[in-house]
């Protein structure tokens, strides 16, 4: 691969980088708060293949006047005017890029969750929930609250959380948030059982809204024998994926 080569596949991987950055592409793979250092490493790359191309330009110019670094011997190795030819194969590097740009996956859903162990982990602590009824409330912060804490913040509040829909190979109905510490490889699922009004049917990786209160039941996750606490729900109803479809609030 020559330098000119490099120059257009650095240019591509830059502005794949960019597109992705710049658009909610991003959140397909990693968390949201690493979207300043994917521009930074977009830009940087554009940069460099931009200089690289003027670099190669350059010396292309020299070499045709005669005043290359070479001293009148092409490419410095007794070859001059023997140019050779690059392999094409190099080019299908590109082709994951368009792939990244065009084919973007879909987020993780109930696949996962049902094949892997709930991640739910003990806090340090819990904020003091903002007034208002329902409460909206992240569906990490809802299971640490509901498991370690007791429900003792949860007492007398309605609360509002949204995740996807998971059910398990016995019929059990979980609503389910896929936490990443990084990036989607790591990805791990935090579920809520479901009791109490639960629509009649529940299609797996559907996303719903539900309402609902605290309630002292529980359950270990077949898989790893995490825990699992509950939700009574109220209401639900449908809505569309979110920007974001990784829950913000996971807690190391």
């Known amino acids: 691969m020559n330098r000119q080569t490099q120059a257009a596949v650095l240019l591509l991987i830059g502005v794949a980088l960019l597109h992705g950055a710049l658009t909610d592409l991003y959140l397909r793979y990693v968390k949201e708060g690493l979207r300043p250092l994917l521009l930074a490493a977009g830009t940087l790359l554009v940069v460099t293949a931009l200089a690289t191309a003027w670099y190669e330009w350059r010396r292309a110019r020299r070499e045709e006047r005669g005043t290359g670094d070479d001293d009148g011997t092409g490419d410095g190795d007794g070859t001059r005017g023997h140019a050779h030819r690059e392999s094409r194969v190099s080019w299908l590097l590109v082709l994951p890029l368009f792939a990244l740009v065009l084919v973007a996956p879909p987020a993780l859903g109930s696949y996962s969750a049902t094949h892997t162990g709930t991640a739910l982990q003990q806090p340090y602590g819990y904020a003091e929930l903002p007034a208002g009824d329902p409460v909206p409330i992240g569906l990490v912060d809802y299971a640490g609250r509901a498991f370690y804490g007791h429900g003792r913040s949860l007492e007398g509040r309605s609360v509002r959380l949204t995740g996807f829909v998971a059910v398990t190979p016995s ?45 002292a039941r529980r359950t270990r996750d077949p898989v790893n024998d995490g825990p699992i606490p509950f939700l009574r729900v109220t209401a639900a109803r449908p809505v569309p994926t979110p920007r974001d479809p990784y829950d913000e609030t996971w807690n190391n």
């Not at 109905?173 to 989607?184: D, E, F, S, W």
């Not at 990805?187 to 209160?213: C, D, F, H, M, S």
């Open 171 to 215: 019929g059990t109905p979980y609503l389910v948030r896929m936490a990443l510490n990084c990036c989607a490889a790591d990805a791990q699922p935090v579920k809520i059982g479901l009791t109490g009004n639960i629509p009649p049917v529940l299609q797996p990786n559907a996303w719903l809204e539900v309402t609902g209160r605290y309630t």
